[in-house]
């Protein structure tokens, strides 16, 4: 999904750094140096992170203006306008591919499918591929769901989240960033709302293994009836291995 150009330059504003995360994901990769990548990076915080405690971190994203903005703010990781369907075109492997923010939800069954064995390829033996999704399990059982409200009170804006028309094959999902009610761009596009049980099937069949699974960043055990984020880490099964 692509946003209007001015939406890179308030988007932390609206979804400031989060410090669980950020341990989150350092967690993942204890050797320094290690290949990394963010597929669907937005505006390069967390893979500048990740830069910054030795890590090779790639970052990519379809929204050029997300990646004009990292480029700008984050010189120690390196950012590449990109498809995350067309990883397969990058050299060499990486120890952990990462997607953050609900990214893999854009994609349908069919290309979701088609993304995993790439994402397979393209991890080093026993590498790791994490990501995270909302928790659909929750989700499919309303009619609509509401995010609350997120705002950037210096500069009066407050952005606005909702999924509806909600089926077990796509939900609507509506955005709508505002000034003093006066609306700056409004957005609908289609997600595609997996169960927990389809996508480590999916997965399974590729050749991952799961490692763990959580409804948040503070590794709270996930839940299929609470309202909550679904967060995935799995590891690159190899043909012999025991991982």
């Not at 609206?14 to 993942?28: G, H, K, N, Q, T």
């Not at 990109?82 to 492997?93: K, Q, R, S």
């Not at 952005?159 to 000034?179: G, N």
């Not at 003093?180 to 595609?192: A, G, H, P, V, Y």
Request: glycine fraction near 8%; hydrophobic fraction near 40%.
């Amino acid at each position: 999904m692509t946003f209007p150009s001015p939406f890179a330059d308030v988007y932390e504003g609206i979804f400031p750094r989060d410090a669980a995360v950020e341990r989150f994901l350092l967690s993942l990769v204890r050797e320094p140096g290690s290949r990394i990548l963010d597929a669907g990076c937005g505006t390069g915080l967390y893979c500048n992170a990740l830069a910054q405690k030795g890590h090779d971190a790639l970052g990519i994203d379809l929204d050029p203006a997300m990646i004009d903005y990292a480029k700008t703010h984050y010189p120690d990781a390196r950012f590449k306008v990109m498809d995350l369907m067309n990883i397969g075109d990058l050299p060499g492997e990486f120890y952990m591919v990462y997607s953050t923010g609900n990214v893999l939800a854009y994609l349908n069954g069919i290309d979701l499918l088609k993304f995993l064995p790439v994402a397979w390829k393209k991890l080093m033996p026993g590498g790791i591929w994490f990501f995270q999704v909302m928790n659909w399990d929750y989700i499919l059982a309303l009619k609509e769901y509401v995010f609350p409200e997120r705002h950037e009170r210096e500069k009066g804006l407050a952005f606005f989240r909702s999924y509806t028309r909600i089926t077990e094959e796509k939900v609507l999902f509506r955005t709508r960033l505002v000034r003093q009610d006066r609306i700056l761009f409004e957005s609908e596009t289609k997600m595609f709302p997996f169960r927990s049980k389809d996508l480590i099937r999916f997965h399974e069949k590729t050749g991952f293994r799961l490692v763990s699974q959580y409804a948040g960043y503070d590794r709270i055990p996930y839940d299929a009836g609470r309202d909550s984020a679904n967060l995935f880490v799995f590891r690159k099964r190899v043909e012999g291995s025991h991982e």
